[in-house]
């Protein structure tokens, strides 16, 4: 038997570091999806080939390798862009999707973060959260955290970059992210990450219980 928590939310909202969290403390295996989105679009802009290529995606798509998706690589921030340029291709998803779905069933389960899992790639996870905040709050941790390591941006570049990923991740024909029907939704805009780690573990532990009396 496996146990699966889906959690989806828009960039920044603080779901990567609460999925950590949580399959550190459930001790579940964790993939963060957008890594994989990340894998095929660097894989485009190594080779020199346009973001629109769907061919050359498919291809790095099934080339991508779970166990050797780099985050130093891959967090770059022109490359979380062009993820979520080639993540419009439906075939793309198809490739990527079969290969979540697969490391969600490897026991003893596993923690899944990114923009599709509650209603795509695992919709019958044991605990599906959405997790957001405010636009303007993702936009001043991301500046916090780029000041953080010495470096300036702009705080109204910034929000006009998320605000823009939203828009193409909320409106996308194929998997658009959005809370799924039975998904709790925990609002992070006032909470540091202990509170929303204790929330999401007050909602998981609840519905353990729940499943153990049944
Ligand atoms: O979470 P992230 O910033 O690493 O994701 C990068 C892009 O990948 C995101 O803007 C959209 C896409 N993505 C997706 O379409 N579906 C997922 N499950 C995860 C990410």
Redesign the pocket.
């Known amino acids: 038997m496996t146990f699966t928590i889906a959690i989806d939310g828009p ?1 920044g909202a603080g779901k990567g570091t609460l999925a950590r969290r949580l399959a550190d403390h459930y001790r579940l295996n964790l993939l ?4 994989t ?2 894998a095929v679009a660097h894989a485009l802009i190594q080779h020199a080939l346009p973001l629109d290529n769907v061919s050359a995606a498919e291809t790095a798509a099934r080339q991508v390798d779970l166990a050797k998706l780099d985050r130093a690589v891959l967090s770059a921030h022109a490359v ?1 862009e062009a ?2 340029k080639v ?1 419009v291709y439906p075939t793309v998803r198809r490739i990527l999707v079969e290969k979540q779905r697969d490391f969600a069933k490897t026991p003893p389960g596993a923690v899944l973060d ?4 509650g209603t795509v ?1 695992c919709p019958d996870a044991d605990i599906k959260l959405y997790v957001t905040a405010s636009a303007e709050v993702r936009a001043q941790r991301r500046l916090a955290e780029i000041e953080s390591i010495g470096g300036s941006a702009n705080f109204s570049e910034i929000l006009a970059d998320i605000v823009r ?1 939203d828009e ?2 909320m409106g996308r024909a194929d ?1 658009p992210l959005k809370p799924a029907t039975d998904a709790h939704l925990l609002d992070t805009s006032e909470m540091a990450i202990e509170a929303a780690f204790l929330a999401a573990k007050a909602i998981i532990d609840d519905a353990l219980a729940k499943r153990d009396k049944v």
């Open positions: 960039a963060d999806t957008g890594l989105y990340r979380g993820a979520s993540a990114g923009r599709d899992i790639v990923r193409r991740d998997s």
